[in-house]
């Protein structure tokens, strides 16, 4: 089975533009969540998406949203870019909004705002 | 409010030894934990978890042991091997509606010296 796939890998961004990452989950699940890494930070939970509905979602602005399509592949957009947006952002697949199975996670999009 | 805390930031370890990961939470509704692994420039792997029914898990190298009146959990590698050196999280579970919330540490850095 593909694991999950996250594109690009590499993004740099100036400041008050905005962006768009992709994600494919694994093939049969339907839940994807997105997180951003920072150093110091952790991770901090973005939003949930669930049979293209958003379940769940995390303490970030409004600039951060997010979309999920009938084939379960996901989209997160960030607009008016900030120089503290610049972090590792993950993107993890499951198998159901309320399921204690574990995330997969992609290899993430290294966003660099400049 | 740091719900579930890793105190420890970095970990040295000799080859061959014990390594012992840290982890405390303060929400008596979680019952469900997870270790993730992260190497650099990676998506962090699903590694080993416990139900809180249970107060240890074994798979192989890895063992998780929950003290649910303590709220603390523990992640023992033996033997650590050089591979083993990443960034480890824990993050913990609790059903909240429908859905489930996911708490996660800010990781330990795990060094295992050969």
């Known amino acids: 089975k593909a694991g999950v796939t996250q594109t690009p890998r590499y993004l740099i961004k100036t400041r008050g533009q905005q962006v768009t990452l992709s994600c494919s989950p694994i093939?049969?699940?339907?839940?994807v969540s997105w997180y951003q890494q920072t150093p110091g930070q952790g991770l901090q939970f973005l939003f949930e998406y669930f049979s293209e509905t958003q379940r769940n979602k995390g303490n970030f602005p409004g600039r951060f949203s997010g979309r999920q399509f009938s084939n379960s592949r996901s989209e997160m957009n960030v607009s008016t870019l900030e120089l503290g947006d610049s972090a590792l952002y993950l993107c993890a697949s499951s198998s159901g909004t309320g399921s204690m199975g574990p995330l997969h996670f992609g290899n993430g999009t290294r966003l660099t705002v400049t | 409010d740091q719900q579930v805390k890793q105190n420890s930031p970095s970990l040295s370890v000799q080859e061959g030894r014990i390594s012992i990961l840290n982890c405390d939470y303060t929400n008596s509704m979680f019952d469900y934990f997870l270790w993730y692994k992260k190497y650099p420039a990676e998506g962090p792997t699903f590694l080993i978890s416990?139900?809180?029914i249970k107060d240890k898990n074994e798979d192989g190298r890895f063992t998780v042991f929950l003290n649910k009146s303590a709220k603390h959990l523990s992640l023992h590698i033996v033997p650590s091997q050089p591979g083993d050196s990443a960034v480890y999280f824990c993050?913990?579970?609790?059903?909240?509606?429908?859905?489930?919330?996911?708490?996660w540490g800010l990781g330990t850095s795990l060094a295992v010296n050969p």
């Open positions: 993050a913990a579970s609790a059903r909240a509606g429908n859905n489930r919330k996911l708490i």
């Open positions: 416990i139900s809180s």
């Open positions: 093939s049969g699940h339907r839940s």
